[in-house]
Each structure stands twice: as C-alpha cells, then as structure tokens.
C-alpha cells in the first residue's frame, strides 16, 4: 500500500466475522454458538475487502486472553477473572501467543496466524493487531520467557515503585483475599494489585475493570495528569527507562518480525506520553512504515495535563479516536441536535483534521442498527451519516465488521447482555453479516436486496475516499450560507434551514481537486432543493466565472449537472436526495 494513501481501516474481529452460525443461545460454549478462525477470514473475503477500499485490517481479539474454554495444553482459566464463556480478548494472558480459539489446530495456531498476515499483505492490506499497554489478566503468564512477562522482580511490599510492572495494594497482609465479584482469586492472597480502570481496593465491584490488573511506566498514576512529567525521553537509551518500556518494546518488536504492520492502542491516554514516543520512535526505526492508531480520550483518567489527542498525536501516532464528532451526529437523532452544529467538530486543528479517526462504530460503541440506539433510525440514516462522517476530514476512517450490512446486535449473547454492541465476552454471531460471507464464498448472495444495496454503497463510498479533495483537501462548510434556503433540511414550522441537511466543500489546490458533498439526515423525507455556494466559497475553490460541472461520484446512473457561476450564488444548485442518503460531486 501507498504510504500517502488515506488509512480505510476495517475492524475484523476475528471471533466473529467468520463465524457460519447464524444463531446460538446465551451464555452458549463455543460448540453451540461457533466461533471464526484465521482460516476463515479467506483469500474471497480479503479480495472483497481490499476491492472496498480498505487499507488496514485491524484483526481485533488475537492476542491470547482469559476465557472459560480450555484447549490442550492450555485450561481454562478461573470463572472469577473471565467475564463471559469466551472472556475479553482485552484480559490478555500472553502477550506473544495467539487466542487458541481462532484456530482450526490450536497446536498450530501460530502458523495459521502468521499464513492470515501473509493473506493480507498480499492483497495490498496492512495488517494490524491490538497492542493493549494499560493492563493485563490477572493469569498473566508469558510462555515466551522474562522478556515478554511481568511482576517476576516486582517489590509488592510497595504500593508504587519505579521499576515494579503492578501497583500493589496497602496494606499487603498475607491474610488477605482479592474479593472479586464472582469470587476470591487464591494466586493473588495477600498480594492484591490495581485493577486496570485504576480502582485501588481488595474489593473491585462488577463495573470495575476487575479481571485485570494496571501496569506501571515508572510512574505513580495517582498524581493523575502531571504523573509523567519527568519521564525519559524518546531517544534514552533501553537500559535506562523503566522495565515495563523494555519489555513492551520486546512484544512489538515480536509482532513487527512477524508481519505485523500496525497496531490499535488500547486506552492510550491512560499511558504516559513519554513511553509513546520512545516505543514509536523504537518501532519505526524497525519499520517505518508502522502505523499507530490510538484510543484516547479526554475525560477518562488521562495521564497528560493537556489535550490528548494533540499530545498522542504529536508523540507519533497516525490517527486517535475522534469520539466528539462521533458524539456530535449521534446527537442529531438522540438529542435533537441540528446538523448546523456539526461544523464545530470539522473546523478542528490541523492535526485532529488529519489525525482524528472518523468511526459510526466499534466493539465499544452500540450498533447503528440497534433498535434502542441512533433513535431507533440507524439503518435508515447510514449512508448519510458516513458520508457526513467520513467525507469531511481527510482523517483516518475506521469501519467495523457488520456495519456494511447494518448489523443489529442481535446474535447471542450471555455477559455482554443486550446493549446494542456485538458482544466481546461471549461466543456470538453476525447474521447478518453471515448472508454476505455465505459459508465462504463472500459473495453477498443470501442477503435481501436492501442490505446488498447497503454494502454496495459502502464499496463505493470507502474508495472515493482517496480522491485528492478528501485525503488532502480542506473544509468549508455550506450550512451558514443556506440557512434561508427553503427545504434546505427544514421541518414543518421551522424558519431556519439546517436541521437535517448538512453541505460541505472539500478542496485540495495542488490537485485542482473539488468536491461538494450533501447529505439528507432524514431518515423520512426526500430533499428537493438548492444549494447555494457564496463568492467567497467559489474564491476558495479556485473557480474562476464560467460554466461549471457537477458530476455525481456515489450514483454512476445519475446526469451531470451544470450552471454558471452567478445562478449558483444567487439560485444554488438544484438537488434531490431521497430520505437518509448523500451527494457527493465532483465540481470541474
């Protein structure tokens, strides 16, 4: 893949999207709900992938983790640190082994892991993994030997101590059980470490990150966002900063030799940002086309006194969740926010322009679809809402497995209950997601034409993205200058234009590259309207006075558009857009 391409990351959560059951019962075992493989995710299903834009996989949930299920070799793990039967792959137990789970031989699960790496690069992806720094299982126990574990030196008479890998709780009397919520945990007897959401007590509760422990980079995370603050640098050399750097270090240096090409960083801003730069800078120096994408965000536990996602993205990483402009369209069917709103959260600093990964989901994040979530209007509004989302910065994108075919979250289900989000702690399903993958062949063959229409708007959306005008260009929004532009986006009653219509240009000069794009977030009536395009936004587009060309992008069958430079200041552009869908035009 072209370094200068804009990332298109695909969340393929292995468990998951190969997974041919296409129902199962709670709190089922893996033998009645099925389970995906790396096997599973074929050479169809990556061609399908890469044809659709992507340019990262982002294979979730391999590294080896807590679960209820045992393997030769390998027993299950107590009930009492694995939430559900399959437990969290974020509870992980080995960070240089893979999820016995995923494979069709779990004696060979290694190989079949490395055989998927080379799948993907072979079709242009760049594979990625998840690198998840803050915690680990309570079972940790690498079999990889002391440069991938942690604890074994620890001074647990200490609450913090800089080169201990836990923070250990006080007072440590060899009387005292770790009460966790499902039971005692004997291993840790007078010995009781942090929990990973930072909870200091012998007694986590059930909303506690209870089944994993915080680890510590030198420095005491109670002194909250200026704990950091004299940490090394990110040229000091190994032997100098704290074990914990070392012995990640070690871990993505095993990945990278592998095959590994990129990593999603859980909970990054719970990390110090001295580490960040020391461990990408050392990843780089291996592979410097390693891609880093952070979760991060401001109000929870960070350990940075200023914004995170300026911070993460200046210590290296190429993209951090973008959760406000996420928030801000949820908005807009939850909250009754107006689409006007949404330009707030793109005129944004250059490095959140560039740097803020653009999502409508993830594992964290309830389903478009869900019935209780997106006012129930999901399905109806998403390709409105990725246009909208994905079209107006030149930011990373990230797309989860099941959201081209307006997954609901109705497989399965046990720990992770009825949320709206396909369940992390259980073994699960995507129907819908299985009517495309069709037993293997990936050809889309079993689902209803509406769905099929779906994933094919996807497909051709997700290229498009690398058009100059959306990888480089900048924003300029339209909305301020529509506002008394009848059935521009206007409900019955209203006097002002912009409650469900949103209108951008995007421009990128060196490419003489424009596009101006129009999303209808009704998820009920058509749009039948102009949109305007002042003189100062034709100035910053680079036209000169003349006749121009609108030709559609998204819908091949649709005509060309033209009009000249004063109608369409004074006039605007005639548009039609049916309920919940998107424009996007090339202006020439």
Known sequence: ??????????????????????????????????????????????????????????????????????????????????????????????????????????????????????RVRRWGMVPMMDFIPNHVSRCYVSHGGAAYDFGAQDDSSEFYARDNAFYYLEPCNSDWDMHLPEGCFAPEKGRGRVTGNNAATWSPDACDWYEMVKLNYGCDYRRGPHAAAALPGALTPADVVPRTWRIMDAIVAFWQKLGVGGFRCDMAHMVPVPFWRWLITNARLRDAAAFFMAEGYNDHMKLTPGDVHEALLVAGFNGVYDAVSYQALRRVYEEGAWANDLDATNNVPPTLFAGGVRYLENHDEPRMAAPACWGGLGEQVARAAMVAQFAATSAPVLFYNGQEVAERADGPTGYGGDNGRTSIFDYTCLPRLQQWYNHGACDGAALPPSLASLRAFAARLLPLLQLPALSKGGFYGLNWANQQTPGFGRLGGETVSGHYMYAFLRHYRKAKSTVLVVCNFSPHESMYTHVHIPANAIEWAGKKPGTYTFHPLLDGAAPEMQIDSTTLQTQGLPVSIPPGSALILEWN
């Open 1 to 118: 893949m072209c370094d200068c391409m804009r990332p298109v990351i695909y969340q393929l959560f292995v468990r998951h999207f190969s997974n041919t059951a296409e129902q199962g019962v709670a709190w089922g075992s893996r033998e009645q709900n099925g389970c995906g493989t790396f096997n599973g995710v074929t050479d169809a299903a990556l061609e399908s992938l890469a044809r659709m834009g992507i340019t990262h996989l982002w294979l979730t949930g391999v590294l080896r983790h807590a679960t209820q299920t045992a393997h030769p070799g390998l027993p299950a793990d107590p009930a009492c640190v694995v939430k559900g039967i399959a437990g969290s792959p974020y509870a992980v137990t080995d960070y240089v082994d893979v999820d016995p789970d995923l494979a069709e031989n779990p004696a060979e699960r290694m190989t079949e892991f490395r055989a998927l790496l080379a």
